[in-house]
């Protein structure tokens, strides 16, 4: 299993200072892959909770956040072999047609770098602001995923869907990664691990129990093989949204929570579960814990033999 790591962009953490030196560290530390979240906006008075805590209020990193698309292409410029992904982009706030040119750019100015994490979002102030209906959100996300396959993997595209159209065309530069990079998709219901096994090559998620995580990868990769492919290559990448404590919290440890050690035995629990990578997120212990305390961390669980 593989190992990446999570950077900072949300909140004060999450200047260019900090991204760099972590990304650079995380580089040389042998972790495979780095993570990006996205976030358009932190309303005042949201119109639903924060996504698994439906009476809670949005977690304080949401509230400054950089672009992911753009963090990435900074990345690619001062990175040169660790995989750049996305957990999650949200599909609905762009056209086909407009990501596909930039994430194919981002590919092509990563040199073959970009792992692209899709999801359906779950704000509705996002989906308001961003003039996107809210009604038939699946059946969009199901034909924005084909449009995005057809401009990515066809010399002449022509489209012509119920929600999207391109008409024929040659969109290029197409992405160095052949026939596409990595598309994982993210969710928590059935439709979607559903959607990462029939359209997808996996799924993106986490920070949940292992047995849950166990089930997750079990129905992605039987939709994978019931829609006639091979459920051996299903990537199934997932955040560890981690903390350092002296103790565990509470009677019952949460998961990647507690000393190094419990977040060490978090990650093999996973693997054991099936999940092809784990990338460990601090974003969520700061500002109580610093950069330095963070680069300590990265070091103490970076990936054995790096």
Known sequence: MKLGFGLPTGGTTATVENVTVLARHAEAL?????????????????LNGYYGTPNGPWPAPFR??????VTLA?????????????????APFYSPIVLAKQLATLDVMSQGRLTVGLGI?????????????????????DEFIQCLDALWTQDEVTFKGT???????????????????PLLIGGYSEAS??????????????????????????RVREHAEGAGRDPARVIVA???????????????????????????????????????????DPSFQFPECSITDVLHQMEALAPEGA
């Open 163 to 181: 929600f999207y159209f391109v008409p024929s065309s040659r969109v290029e530069p197409k992405p160095v990664q052949k026939p596409r990079p």
């Open 121 to 141: 979002g779950w704000s509705r102030d996002e989906y308001d602001a961003a003039g996107t209906p809210w009604p038939q959100r699946g059946q969009r996300l």
């Open 238 to 280: 997932s955040r560890g949204s981690f903390r350092v404590t002296s103790t565990p919290q509470g009677q019952h440890r949460s998961v990647f929570c507690g000393s190094l050690q419990h977040i060490r035995d978090d990650v093999r629990r996973y693997e054991d579960a099936g999940v092809s990578e784990v990338f460990l």
């Open 64 to 69: 400054s956040t950089l672009d992911p698309i």
């Open 30 to 46: 042998g972790y495979s892959s780095l993570w990006v979240f996205q976030r358009l906006l932190c309303p005042v008075a949201p």
């Open 193 to 218: 691990f559903q959607r990462a096994g029939r359209l997808g090559d996996g799924y993106t998620g986490g920070n949940m129990a292992p047995e849950k995580m166990a089930h997750i990868v079990t």
């Open 74 to 90: 900074f990345l690619a410029a001062t990175t040169t072999r660790v995989r750049l992904g996305t957990s999650v982009l949200v």
